[in-house]
């Protein structure tokens, strides 16, 4: 049975919903085995650009007969006319989010949004929800000084996020640690997808901007993705559940500040 996404309309998405596990593995055989064990733990897979290219387009369509919903993680950035033909072949392909980078520009960010709007229309196929990347996690100060970006990652990501907004995206992709920028920049109904969370006993690999997952959700991600974590662990679903405890704490926390800010007013 497939699990709603939460993404569009009706209820609030749950913390299991908000969940999005990485499928980084090398084989289609891998991959779902993994789409098999843990379904029904989280919200969506998300399919980058090794599977991708391993397996091709089939890798989605496989997903989601077998119930679950593709987060389709290529980080387009090309030509705008380019970016735009490829947002639509996303959208026919089903997957409920992709993702553009931010510093393709404004231009090629808008015509992805009205190209995939145009095809979702005429075709009358579900529309995904568009994100743009931001700053990598992997990516510091140094990084960014080295190709010329002299700003720092807090002001860059705030630059990014506004321009994405501002071309019509559904929201961004950043780290949990330029989350409170984001949502005071862009407001709350602007998604944040945030990768680097990594939970509290856990290795930070080659994320360099990372934090725990009910502090990430507490800061004001909508949806966190997770990969090594759960892959790795002894009991990859009890890894999961672990991460969703974690979320639906933060979630609480969050809706108790919030209904405490409403009450001043």
């Given at each position: 049975m497939?699990a709603?996404?939460?993404?569009?309309?009706g209820?609030?998405?749950s913390?299991?919903?908000?969940?999005?596990?990485?499928?980084?593995?090398?084989?289609?055989?891998?991959?779902?085995r993994?789409?098999?064990?843990?379904?029904?733990?989280?919200?969506?897979?998300?399919?980058?650009k090794?599977?991708?290219?391993?397996?091709?387009?089939?890798?989605?369509?496989v997903?989601?007969?077998?119930?679950?919903e593709?987060?389709?993680?290529?980080k387009?950035?090309?030509?705008?006319?380019i970016?735009?033909?490829?947002?639509?072949?996303?959208?026919?392909?089903?997957v409920?989010?992709?993702?553009v980078?931010?510093?393709?520009?404004?231009?090629?960010?808008?015509?992805?949004?009205?190209?995939?709007?145009?095809?979702c229309?005429?075709?009358?196929?579900?529309?995904?929800?568009?994100?743009a990347?931001?700053?990598?996690?992997?990516?510091?100060?140094?990084?960014l000084?080295?190709?010329?970006?002299?700003?720092?990652?807090?002001?860059?990501?705030?630059r990014?996020?506004?321009?994405?907004?501002k071309?019509?995206?559904?929201?961004v992709?950043?780290?949990?640690?330029?989350?409170?920028h984001?949502?005071?920049?862009?407001?709350?109904?602007?998604?944040?997808v945030?990768p680097g969370?990594?939970?509290?006993?856990?290795?930070h690999?080659?994320?360099?901007?990372?934090?725990?997952?009910?502090?990430?959700?507490?800061?004001?991600?909508?949806?966190?993705?997770?990969?090594?974590?759960?892959r790795?662990?002894?009991?990859?679903v009890?890894?999961?559940?672990?991460?969703?405890?974690?979320?639906?704490?933060?979630?609480?926390s969050?809706?108790?500040?919030?209904?405490?800010l409403?009450r001043?007013?």
């Amino acid at each position: 049975m497939r699990a709603a996404s939460g993404l569009r309309g009706g209820a609030r998405p749950s913390a299991r919903q908000r969940l999005i596990f990485g499928l980084d593995v090398e084989s289609i055989e891998e991959a779902l085995r993994l789409v098999d064990l843990l379904v029904g733990e989280v919200g969506l897979f998300k399919v980058g650009k090794q599977l991708f290219l391993r397996t091709g387009p089939q890798i989605v369509r496989v997903i989601r007969e077998r119930g679950g919903e593709v987060f389709l993680d290529l980080k387009f950035h090309d030509i705008p006319q380019i970016v735009a033909k490829a947002a639509a072949e996303a959208a026919r392909l089903g997957v409920r989010m992709f993702t553009v980078h931010a510093s393709g520009s404004s231009e090629m960010m808008r015509r992805s949004v009205s190209e995939v709007n145009t095809v979702c229309r005429r075709q009358r196929v579900r529309r995904p929800q568009i994100l743009a990347v931001t700053v990598l996690t992997s990516l510091s100060r140094a990084d960014l000084k080295s190709v010329g970006v002299m700003d720092g990652v807090e002001s860059q990501v705030v630059r990014l996020a506004r321009l994405a907004k501002k071309a019509g995206v559904n929201g961004v992709v950043a780290s949990p640690q330029e989350t409170t920028h984001i949502r005071r920049a862009c407001g709350h109904g602007f998604l944040i997808v945030t990768p680097g969370v990594r939970l509290e006993h856990g290795q930070h690999d080659d994320q360099k901007r990372v934090m725990a997952p009910e502090e990430a959700v507490r800061a004001g991600a909508d949806y966190l993705v997770v990969g090594r974590p759960i892959r790795d662990a002894r009991d990859p679903v009890a890894a999961a559940r672990e991460l969703v405890a974690e979320m639906e704490r933060g979630l609480e926390s969050r809706s108790h500040r919030r209904a405490g800010l409403l009450r001043r007013v």
